[in-house]
């Protein structure tokens, strides 16, 4: 079992940055693939980024060349760095941890969650 807490929301204004960091205690950190998920007002939860143990990354369109998902084993740390930001990134973001060390976008292969951190980007 992994307990992950994120950190780093809050509110900041379109074009800006924030960088969102996922401690996670526990056992086997390093051997599981970590992402990135977020869940906006009145819609479902919708994949961010995800990192494999390698360190192998893989985006959502709608964040490609805006995101950066990275982790330090060492930290027990996940982060995602926002740049550009829009009004449509506003939503809460969860970190989740995998069962395995392979990164996939898909939901039902993450099995522990945070409680999530809000971000809020104005207009």
């Known amino acids: 079992q992994v307990q992950l807490v994120e950190s780093g929301g809050g509110l900041v204004q379109a074009g800006g940055s924030l960088r969102l960091s996922c401690a996670a205690s526990?056992?086997?950190?390093?051997?599981?693939?970590m992402a990135w998920f977020r869940q906006a007002p009145g819609k479902e939860r919708e994949f961010v980024a995800t990192?494999?143990?390698?360190?192998?990354?893989y985006y959502a369109d709608s964040v490609k060349g805006r995101f950066t998902i990275s982790r330090d084993n060492a930290k027990n740390t996940v982060y995602l760095q926002m740049n550009s930001l829009k009004p449509e990134d506003t939503a809460v973001y969860f970190c989740?941890?995998?069962?395995?060390?392979?990164?996939?976008?898909?939901?039902?292969?993450?099995?522990?969650w945070g409680q999530g951190t809000q971000v809020t980007v104005s207009s």
């Open positions: 526990g056992r086997a950190f390093s051997n599981r693939a």
């Open positions: 990192i494999s143990w390698s360190g192998g990354t």
């Open positions: 989740a941890a995998a069962g395995s060390g392979y990164a996939t976008p898909y939901q039902g292969d993450y099995d522990n």
